[in-house]
């Protein structure tokens, strides 16, 4: 079923986002403010309150310094303003690693303050075992395999994937575990694309591609990339529009006018009442 078809009041769930393995692309974009997402819902399956948010909204250099309260704050606003789309969240890093328990309190606490449907976790080899932990205790889970921006200090960079043997099946491998472990999908990011199509082929969660493959079950984008709103993107964004320039154009318009005086012009002011 595509978001178009549904009713207003009815979200998408996990258990809706799972049944779509192998069937009709799932659409999914990141959002972080209720005007972004009440213009994306109509559209969109999943929006993803993404540790993107560090570097696309509040200037970061990575996504390390985001924090449990900043996820919380922003995911919050994108359910005010969506109602189809399911909502997950991204666990920030430093917010699930440490232990089971410590991903659980968390993840419990991102659900019940904002009403999400859902968390993501960036999947390494620990990973399966805390899905498993919370997907156990009712909290739904999208694993995260590939490119893992958390762990960028680490690489040394944001860096693509499996171009090596063992490192395919390093990364195959923390797929095949997210999937056993109760993940009801999983981000694939930063892969070459014939492992994208083995991970698909491979697991049962439906997988959402991200510089990954056309084949995946679903494609996600950082929403300001698409949009032409961010200077220099990776080589897997297509931008869908050159938001950026049309800003530019609107705020040197805008500027102008004021300089001229000629905004506000008699449209845009009030009148006394007299008598």
């Known amino acids: 079923m595509s978001a178009q078809s549904q009713s207003p009041a009815q979200r998408q769930t996990p258990p809706s986002i799972r049944a779509r393995k192998g069937g009709e692309p799932l659409v999914c974009l990141t959002a972080y403010d209720a005007p972004t997402a ?75 303050e904002t009403g999400a449907q859902a968390v993501k976790l960036e999947s390494g080899v620990y990973a ?79 997988t959402i591609g991200i510089g990954a493959s056309a084949r995946c079950d679903g494609q996600i984008l950082v929403t300001n990339d698409m949009l032409g709103q961010t200077g220099r993107v990776p080589k897997f964004v297509r931008k869908f529009a050159d938001m950026r320039a049309l800003t530019e154009d609107a705020v040197k318009a805008y500027a102008e006018a004021v300089r001229a005086r000629t905004f506000p012009g008699g449209d845009h002011v009030y009148g006394a009442k007299r008598g």
């Open 128 to 206: 399966g075992d805390t899905i498993r932990f919370l997907a156990e205790r009712g909290i739904p889970v999208i694993g995260h395999v590939g490119l893992r921006p958390q762990a960028a200090l680490a690489d040394g960079g944001f860096k693509a994937k499996g171009k090596t043997e063992a490192e395919r099946a390093r990364v195959l491998d923390e797929a095949r575990a997210a999937d056993a472990a109760g993940a009801f999908a999983i981000v694939v990011e930063g892969v070459a694309q014939d492992l994208a199509e083995e991970i698909t082929d491979t697991v049962s969660a439906p």
């Open 38 to 112: 009440a213009l994306l819902d109509p559209h969109c399956d999943l929006l993803l309150v993404g540790d993107s948010l560090g570097m696309v909204v509040h200037g970061l250099p990575n996504t390390i310094g985001v924090t449990l309260e900043m996820m919380i704050l922003h995911g919050r606003a994108v359910m005010r303003g969506s109602s189809r789309a399911l909502v997950a969240i991204d666990m920030p890093f430093g917010s699930y690693e440490k232990s089971r328990e410590q991903a659980f309190e968390n993840a419990a606490r991102v659900l019940a």
